[in-house]
């Protein structure tokens, strides 16, 4: 689902840059080792090919090819026969898990002086051979309800709750009405939840032309944004209550385990939530009446927008879902570490699309392809990884994360125990700036990894046109700041189970541009040939650069983790925390010493170990590093709180998990920044108290490898 990394480009900071390696030199690899590293690496990089990207990705989205069809089966078994063709061993992984499709299109309404029937399939567009497939899925919501509603119209801008709260000041009440919503500013499964919470009955979901359409450039197919009779399906699931299958929250979806009712299910919205194209919007919303809306209500759409509410505007509004549990198919391949079979560098992408799902994930199972043929080749020529690589092949990721969360919840134990890192890639190619979010100890791996891969149209390093754009963007007046920004892993892709459930150090990247057709019929072969990646350039670059970091992780003689950086990104959150709270009048109510004090030592002992990775690398002091290594892959770990946070105990990571209200957006310190927005000064003190826990434990950890 992931998307707009290109955002986080925008915002830039000041960190010196230090790099003083040799040209041979890799951080956590000897000299000598470092040499023979590159020399693997370079055969590598050589290996994967835009014709063969291409032919993956055009097999990949010759259908739609929605979790738990037939079409998604046949993926599964190409991406299986694909990867044992490469030589790797690799299997399908079924789970049991709870999913809707749409019995029929939903059925929409307007009701005024007359009935209008209005439009819930997007329109076939001339040239895009695919967007006349007979198998498209009608547009609709996972996890929507089934329902039948008739009533008054609210326009209730991106459903958000101030939205709510504008709306009554201006004396219009939701309850009993169906709101229509834009997208933005939150994962649409918070305004499914929102819009229950305030009482409307229905949800109604549009693409404002403002966000992804005419207002952003030529619309598709003369352009790539998103033309008038498109809509962005995608899930309503609170995911930010607990992702994957609804019926087995922190269990695996296997026979033996106990299911919830669906009623029981705390992260499914129990009214119709459905996506509508922003032709439909236009129509609905043009006849509203009732108070005119601030300038933060309005859109791209050529008319002032109204609230709505009176009775002469009506919706009805009909969703028919068949729930059932269907079967849906990870595919998993792995390469045994050849000295230690017991750490693993996992990389996973989705292979499930709402649609075809050109960008959206198949760009990313098109690189992985291309990485497991280069590594499967590298074997053939001697390569040795010491450390184990496994490749995963998601399934149900649209719905909420499903086939990452089912596997995660099943190798729990395991993967606690042996999990090194976790590489996400979900829509790998849309354009061609790079981007990335990660945790704060994989800074400069990242960094330091995007120096060695070329950037297909600058020729210059991706980590140089990174930087450059990053520059241009930078904000007025911001001279000195050296290196783009890393974002922060809210949700939203697969990583979630690894990093906020299980305390796995996470990534995820890729190179984004003007992408416009995000869960719509047009993010097709034909719209990437077209417009996403002509000539399949940076699918190679994709499959390069992760590759690469595979390798690096995988055969580091000292696993490449900082976690100096870390300690500077908790200060950073913290010091911001800490303004919002003294605005609130509510930094009387704790002591913010323990936790400055906790990152204080952090800092010292991540400094400390840092120079004796550093000492132990260039000794080649094996049974030091080993000690290093697990201290550096298990101090992630401890970031973990068995309790979890407040009100979910799935998510359990302390300075990471997406907010109620953003839904995919991080929200850094999760519980102790919404006991700020909550103005709840007994929940500031505790949810302090746990993240001051929680680093005495890393740092507790990190001291361990003394
Ligand atoms: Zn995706």
Not at 180 to 192: E, M, P, T
Not at 294 to 322: E, N
Request: net charge neutral; aromatic share 10%; with cysteine.
């Amino acid at each position: 689902m992931k998307t707009i990394l290109i955002l986080l480009l925008l915002v830039v900071i000041t960190i010196p840059t230090s790099l003083t390696f040799a040209q041979t030199a890799i951080d956590g690899f000897s000299s000598e080792r470092a040499a023979a590293e590159r020399r693997w690496e370079e055969q590598f990089r050589a290996i994967p090919n835009q014709k063969s990207a291409r032919e993956h990705l055009r097999r990949l989205t010759l259908e739609p090819h929605i979790a738990g069809t037939k079409e998604d089966y046949d993926t599964a078994i190409y991406v299986r026969d694909q990867l044992r063709s490469y030589g790797l061993s690799a299997d399908l992984k079924e789970y049991e898990v709870w999913l809707n499709y749409p019995n029929t299109p939903s059925l929409l309404e307007l009701i005024t002086t007359r009935r209008q029937r209005l439009n819930t399939h997007e329109a076939v567009v001339p040239g895009d051979p695919s967007s006349s497939h007979p198998k498209i899925t009608p547009l609709f919501n996972g996890y929507s309800a089934s329902g039948d509603v008739t009533a008054p119209v609210v326009y209730a801008n991106y459903g958000l709750p101030n939205d709510y709260e504008d709306l009554k000041k201006a004396g219009v009440d939701v309850k009993g009405k169906i709101v229509i919503v834009r997208y933005g500013n939150s994962f649409r499964g918070v305004k499914a939840k929102v819009a229950e919470q305030n009482g409307a009955i229905g949800c109604i979901i549009y693409s404002d032309p403002e966000d992804d359409g005419y207002m952003q450039g030529d619309v598709f197919p003369k352009g790539p944004w998103r033309p008038v009779a498109s809509g962005q399906r995608g899930s309503v699931q609170y995911l930010f209550d607990y992702p994957g299958d609804p019926l087995t929250p922190g269990k695996p979806a296997i026979a033996g385990t106990p299911r919830l009712k669906p009623e029981e299910a705390t992260d499914l919205t129990r009214i119709p939530v459905q996506p509508i194209a922003y032709d439909v919007a236009r129509t609905i919303l043009s006849q509203l009446k009732g108070p005119l809306r601030p300038r933060g209500f309005q859109g791209g759409l050529p008319f002032a927008y109204h609230a709505g509410g009176t009775s002469d505007v009506k919706l009805r509004l009909k969703t028919d879902m068949d729930y059932k549990l269907r079967t849906i198919w990870n595919v998993v391949a792995r390469i045994d570490g050849n000295e230690e079979k017991d750490r693993w560098v996992v990389l996973g992408n989705h292979r499930d699309a709402w649609v075809f799902g050109a960008v959206d994930p198949n760009s990313g199972s098109s690189a992985m392809l291309e990485v497991a043929r280069g590594f499967g080749e590298l074997l053939k020529q001697g390569w040795k990884p010491r450390r184990t690589i496994i490749f995963c092949s998601w399934d149900a990721e649209e719905y909420g994360l499903v086939g990452s969360t089912e596997w995660a919840e099943e190798l729990a134990d395991e993967l606690r125990q042996k999990a090194v890192a976790y590489l996400n890639l979900d829509a790998a190619v849309s354009g061609p700036h790079f981007g990335a979010s990660s945790v704060p100890s994989l800074w400069k791996f990242i960094r330091g990894t995007t120096r060695d891969v070329k950037d297909p149209k600058t020729g210059k390093s991706v980590y140089q046109q990174w930087q450059d754009r990053a520059r241009e963007n930078r904000p007025e007046g911001d001279q000195n700041l050296s290196e783009a920004r890393i974002g922060a892993l809210g949700s939203g892709s697969d990583y979630t189970p690894f990093l906020q459930h299980l305390g796995i150090a996470s990534t995820d990247m890729g190179f984004g541009g003007d992408y416009g057709v995000y869960h719509s019929a047009y993010d097709s072969f034909y719209w990437m040939d077209r417009f996403g990646d002509p000539g399949f350039h940076y699918h190679v670059a994709a499959a390069q650069l992760w590759g690469t970091l595979a390798m690096r992780l995988a055969d580091a003689d000292g696993l490449p983790f900082d976690y100096t950086d870390y300690a500077t990104q908790l200060r950073d959150f913290f010091t911001e925390t800490m303004r919002l709270a003294r605005i609130r009048n509510l930094a009387a109510s704790f002591d913010d010493k323990p936790m400055t004090s906790a990152i204080d030592d952090f800092v010292k002992e991540a400094e400390q170990l840092e120079k004796d990775r550093q000492e132990a690398v260039r000794k080649s002091d094996h049974a030091r590093l080993t000690r290093i290594n697990d201290a550096l892959m298990l101090a992630e770990r401890q970031f973990i709180d068995a309790r979890g946070l407040r009100g979910r105990p799935w998510y359990r990571h302390q300075i990471y998990a997406p907010g109620f209200y953003t839904g995919y957006a991080a929200q850094p310190l999760t519980d102790f920044r919404q006991a700020i927005d909550d103005r709840n000064s007994a929940n500031t003190k505790e949810s302090l108290e746990r993240i001051v826990e929680a680093i005495k434990r890393v740092t507790k950890t990190l001291k361990a490898a003394d």
